[in-house]
């Protein structure tokens, strides 16, 4: 299977509201313009930006990700 046959990997845990001082989705952390690019970008550009997601916790005020579901560990 090439990238391109392949599925669309995706950060979206489906809890979609965006933190106001970051411009980040307090969900997959991901900023506006990159969730609305996500299908048109290449493979290797949405792999360098999920590398980068566990960086951007810290940038989520803690007032916007109170109620955020935990992710789970693995």
Do not use: F
Request: net charge positive.
């Amino acid at each position: 299977m090439t990238d391109a046959d392949a599925p669309i990997e995706t950060p979206c845990i489906r809890t979609c509201r965006v933190d106001p001082d970051s411009r980040l989705c307090i969900g997959c952390l991901r900023s506006m313009d990159e969730i609305g690019r996500w299908g048109s970008m290449s493979p290797a550009e949405r792999r360098r930006i999920m590398a980068d997601l566990p960086a951007r916790r810290g940038r989520i005020s803690p007032d916007a990700e109170a109620g955020l579901p935990r992710r789970k560990r693995g």
